[in-house]
């Protein structure tokens, strides 16, 4: 199993950024679509439950939304009361998110920035949270490192993901309805970004929670039933392999 590496072994694929960065910047629009179709369905509650479930103190909190996109979850906690930043290392994904909070009248602090290099300060945010990112990074052990720096003393990292590159490697991306907006150029670009990054070849979520122990967290536990109760139905914001939940507390 890979286990994270040491800092002198990371250095900075400029080329995979680059790629995983020009994708998601071209997607952004189709993905505020999808984005605004589940703030709107049922999916809205059900995500909503599941995050408050582990969170609690609304008015005091600070959480960061890390990989934001159009900002799902940024907006779903903002509504709840609860003090926001969301990151994306995308520009248009940041506009996007942006205008959805206003169209909303949220306050949300929607940031450039990569996920693998933050700019705040250490022990910033009580919670961290994140959704279908960190299959997209070139160092992941880097970036829950960064994670756990900014995070207070006992803070909370939720992280959901899924083994995506696994399943797509041997059935393609043809099929899934969270891809119907794609374009056949999208889909053989995001195939190729799959087989750019180390971590579509690590087993998950076993992985992670090697990681951040390393790291230092005690307490580390990964859910692989929690998509079943997150996507009720077969729909366009569910997926046909198994999502999982990475739940940290740091030291």
Same mark, same amino acid.
């Given at each position: 199993?890979?286990?994270?590496?040491?800092?002198?072994?990371?250095?900075?694929?400029?080329?995979?950024?680059?790629?995983?960065?020009?994708?998601?910047?071209?997607?952004?629009? #189709?993905?505020?679509?999808?984005?605004?179709?589940?703030?709107?369905?049922?999916?809205?509650?059900?995500?909503?439950?599941? =995050?408050?479930?582990?969170?609690?103190?609304?008015? #005091?909190?600070?959480?960061?939304?890390?990989?934001?996109?159009?900002?799902?979850?940024?907006?779903?906690?903002?509504?709840?009361?609860?003090?926001?930043?969301?990151?994306?290392?995308?520009?248009?994904?940041?506009?996007?998110?942006?205008?959805?909070?206003?169209?909303?009248?949220?306050?949300?602090?929607?940031?450039?920035?990569?996920?693998?290099?933050?700019?705040?300060?250490?022990?910033?945010?009580?919670?961290?949270?994140?959704?279908?990112?960190?299959?997209?990074?070139?160092?992941?052990?880097?970036?829950?490192?960064?994670?756990?720096?900014?995070?207070?003393?006992?803070?909370?990292?939720?992280?959901?993901?899924?083994?995506?590159?696994?399943?797509?490697?041997?059935?393609?991306?043809?099929?899934?309805?969270?891809?119907?907006?794609?374009?056949?150029?999208?889909?053989?670009?995001?195939?190729?970004?799959?087989?750019?990054?180390?971590? #579509?070849?690590?087993?998950?979520?076993?992985?992670?929670?090697?990681? =951040?122990?390393?790291?230092?967290?005690?307490?580390?536990?990964?859910?692989?039933?929690?998509?079943?109760?997150?996507?009720?139905?077969?729909?366009?914001?569910?997926?046909?392999?198994?999502?999982?939940?990475?739940?940290?507390?740091?030291?």
């Amino acid at each position: 199993m890979a286990v994270c590496p040491e800092r002198n072994s990371w250095e900075e694929p400029a080329l995979i950024k680059g790629k995983v960065k020009e994708y998601w910047n071209e997607r952004a629009d #189709s993905f505020r679509v999808q984005r605004e179709a589940e703030l709107k369905s049922g999916q809205h509650k059900i995500w909503e439950q599941e =995050l408050l479930s582990h969170l609690t103190g609304k008015d #005091s909190l600070k959480i960061l939304d890390v990989g934001c996109g159009c900002g799902f979850f940024s907006l779903l906690l903002a509504e709840n009361g609860y003090r926001v930043t969301g990151i994306d290392l995308t520009e248009n994904m940041i506009l996007e998110g942006r205008q959805m909070a206003a169209q909303r009248g949220m306050e949300v602090a929607f940031l450039q920035m990569d996920a693998e290099n933050l700019l705040f300060a250490d022990e910033t945010f009580d919670a961290i949270v994140s959704r279908n990112l960190t299959w997209t990074l070139p160092h992941p052990a880097r970036a829950y490192e960064e994670w756990l720096r900014i995070l207070k003393p006992g803070g909370l990292l939720l992280n959901y993901d899924a083994e995506h590159a696994r399943y797509h490697f041997s059935r393609g991306l043809e099929g899934e309805k969270a891809h119907e907006m794609l374009s056949r150029g999208q889909m053989e670009e995001c195939m190729e970004i799959y087989g750019m990054l180390p971590i #579509s070849g690590w087993k998950r979520p076993d992985w992670d929670t090697v990681c =951040l122990r390393q790291l230092g967290c005690a307490k580390v536990e990964a859910d692989q039933t929690i998509g079943k109760r997150l996507f009720l139905h077969e729909d366009q914001f569910s997926t046909p392999y198994p999502v999982f939940r990475i739940k940290a507390v740091k030291e």
